[in-house]
């Protein structure tokens, strides 16, 4: 009589498919996770080199507003060229600057700092920070 090879039954052959792609779905969940933290991340640094454009000195004065490049770097720069004045006109940003914040030193010797939060709205906001120290 011929022995038998053994081998596996088709409930074990089941069971480790099911573990299987229990782990596949697992690692494209976090692959798709990573992608959109990739993405943000890519776009959010595009947009702070745009962000460059608006803080100024005299960004302070925007509160609540909506201001383009153009609006913001025309008192600052003389834009003579077409191009650029219709590419800072398209883009803008919502500003939201919150009351000025006065750190004080601990001991009541050292440097008084002003500070600016400057919170610029977009799809990727960001906040930016203004410190002036007032006096040491």
């Known amino acids: 009589m011929k022995k038998l090879r053994p081998a596996f039954t ?15 779905v697992y690692a ?3 692959h798709s996770d990573n992608h959109k933290q990739i993405v943000y991340l890519t776009e959010r640094n595009k947009l702070s080199l745009q ?3 608006f803080l100024t000195n ?3 004065r925007y509160h609540k507003d909506t201001k383009t490049a153009y609006e913001i770097l025309q008192r600052e720069f ?3 060229d077409l191009k650029s004045r219709e590419l800072l006109k398209k883009t803008s940003r919502t500003f939201f600057i919150p009351e000025q914040i006065k750190i004080l030193p601990l001991d009541g010797v050292g440097p008084t ?3 600016d939060e400057i ?12 410190f002036k120290i007032s006096s040491f």
């Open 10 to 24: 088709i409930i074990e052959i089941l069971v480790s498919v099911i573990i299987l792609s229990g782990a596949i």
């Open 28 to 30: 494209l969940q976090i």
């Open 51 to 53: 962000d460059s454009l």
């Open 58 to 60: 005299r960004v302070t």
């Open 78 to 80: 003389k834009i003579t």
């Open 113 to 115: 700092a002003l500070v």
């Open 119 to 130: 919170k610029i709205k977009e799809k990727y906001s960001a906040y930016y920070f203004h």
